[in-house]
């Protein structure tokens, strides 16, 4: 079994922002801005999350697949904003509790002390490396300044296996180098369907490396912030509950799953041979008595006709209520949220398989078909603009938990080998993009669409070694020198000024 279900190998939709002129776009935009789209996500604003504005139109893209005659012929004109639905994507503020540290811990792979509440087990290390970065007060200081964003899947592992350079390229950034600093990093992935916590546990097994879920965003995790817009809400994808549970842990109230809806009512999904141990699982009510409020799909679809008809059930419902039909199919109709876009994601199979974003097209193609007009939803993921920013939220909290300093780095390097989302999304929001030859790309010198701006490197180590060179000199010593003398470690003039 792959380690990520969806894997962030994803391939994106054709209209992705690489086909929409998107640097001048991008430039264009700004936090709380409604340029495109007026009119806000129902909720209190001015507290709690961001808002941040939709990269890609809100509309669905479903008319360019579509033979014309499958449209309705009564197809009304579109509006550009029908209901009170947007297209801004809040994402949660990251205000994390504060563990001072400027110096390498030792850390077992699940990122515990190794011995809790007792001394490190190397005070030594500790001790040389914070001598050293007292000399070394410049070196630190660009240290501190600069950051990596790495992708996993074809980057690190793949699925579940250790891609080596991805061990050695985060041992260097966890301490192992000649300042025995931590240089800030996060793990930035289209994966989804598993509870943070479980994702970081399984990567730092895999990677011999700590990760922590507090610089760890998957595709739903900018989701959370729908918790303080929606109370009930329907969530599609994944393994069994687990959505649900990921959900739940987001501070959502009431999470319905589609199998709460067929134990209550299986008529609702012709096809579906419910099981024992599914009915057991299941929390039906009455739905017929009870608005859902919006459908958030996490992660893939297991059971596409059962989904879609539900989904689609709510959105031609009155306001999300089932067993209703919607006077204004458009007005009353609840909004909907994907949390990632890719088209095809590769898998063990000889050919790539359909994604969470064919699955929207397929969904939007078969509204528009009942409907006659276009189904608004939001999508979040990379390359939307909502995840980088809520990267840059968690990059500076993170700096604050291993540095003790609450400031996003300046100089920030996104490491990742899918041209289409991590390269286009680097791209665009100013960061340096490292394109690695370990997963989809597979090209040339560089991507003809969307290049690397920083370049194409055999691997990640090699790419994180260079921009440490870039930044921190030709002659930066990849590997923390246990036997150092921290009074002759730097220069002569600084040697002789602490003597
Ligand atoms: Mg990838």
């Known amino acids: ?74 197809q009304k004109d579109r509006r550009a904003s029908r209901n009170s639905f947007g297209a801004s994507l809040p994402i949660p503020r990251s205000k994390r509790r504060s563990r001072l540290s400027s110096v390498h811990h030792a850390e077992d792979a699940d990122g515990q002390k190794v011995r809790p509440g007792m001394p490190p087990i190397q005070p030594t290390r500790e001790i040389l490396a914070s001598q050293i970065q007292s000399i070394e007060t410049k070196k630190v200081l660009k240290a501190k300044n600069m950051a990596f964003a790495f992708d996993i899947d074809g980057v690190l592992v793949h699925g579940d296996l250790l891609i080596p350079e991805g061990k050695r390229a985060l041992e260097i950034l966890n301490g192992d180098n000649e300042l025995g600093i931590k240089i800030p990093h996060i793990f930035l992935t289209n994966g989804s369907g598993k509870p943070e916590q479980a994702r970081c546990d399984q990567l730092s097994k895999i990677l011999q490396n700590p990760v922590n879920t507090e610089q760890f965003i998957q595709s739903h995790t900018p989701m959370s912030a729908l918790a303080s817009y ?9 393994v069994g509950y687990r959505c649900r549970e990921v959900a739940e842990q987001y501070g959502f109230k009431d999470v319905i799953v589609p199998n709460d809806i067929v134990a209550w009512d299986s008529t609702i999904a012709p096809y579906r041979e419910f099981t024992e141990y599914e009915k057991a699982m299941s929390r039906p009510r009455d739905f017929s008595k009870h608005n859902i409020e919006a459908i958030l799909v996490f992660s893939d679809s297991r059971d596409y006709a059962t989904d879609i008809q539900i989904i689609m059930d709510l959105l031609l419902s009155e306001n999300g209520r089932l067993k209703t039909k919607a006077k204004d199919p458009e007005s009353q109709r609840i909004p909907i949220y994907f949390s990632q876009g890719d088209l095809l994601c590769p898998t063990e199979h000889w050919t790539p398989r359909m994604s969470q974003g064919a699955f929207r097209v397929g969904l939007e193609a078969m509204y528009k078909a009942m409907t006659g007009v276009d189904l608004e939803r ?52 100013g ?26 490197f055999p691997n990640v180590l090699e790419a994180v070694q260079t921009a440490l060179r870039k930044e921190l000199g030709d002659d930066f010593k990849m590997h923390f020198d246990e036997t150092v003398n921290p009074v002759l470690h730097g220069s002569k003039t600084d040697a002789a000024a602490i003597i």
């Not at 962030?8 to 991008?26: C, I, K, M, R």
């Not at 929606?230 to 994944?238: A, K, M």
């Not at 993170?398 to 996104?414: D, F, V």
């Not at 960061?431 to 194409?456: H, I, K, M, S």
């Open 1 to 74: 079994m792959p380690m990520f279900e969806e894997s962030d190998f994803g391939v994106e939709a054709p209209t992705s922002p690489s086909q929409l002129n998107v640097p001048s776009y991008f430039e264009s935009m700004s936090v709380g801005s409604h340029e495109q789209h007026n009119l806000p996500i129902p909720g209190d604003h001015g507290e709690g999350p961001i808002e941040i504005p939709a990269s890609r139109s809100s509309i669905s893209e479903a008319s360019k697949y579509m033979h014309n005659l499958s449209i309705s012929p009564s």
């Open 230 to 238: 929606y109370n009930s809400v329907l969530v599609v994808g994944g």
């Open 378 to 429: 939001v999508v979040y993921g990379k390359p939307e603009l909502a995840t980088y920013k809520y990267a840059d939220e968690v990059m500076a909290s993170w700096m604050e938990q291993i540095h003790g300093e609450e400031k996003l780095p300046e100089n920030i390097y996104m490491i990742g080998d899918n041209p289409a989302s991590d390269i286009i999304g680097g791209n665009m929001y």
């Open 431 to 456: 960061w340096n993009t490292c394109l690695v030859r370990t997963g989809v790309f597979q090209g040339g010198d560089n991507d003809e669409n969307n290049p690397a701006n920083f370049g194409v």
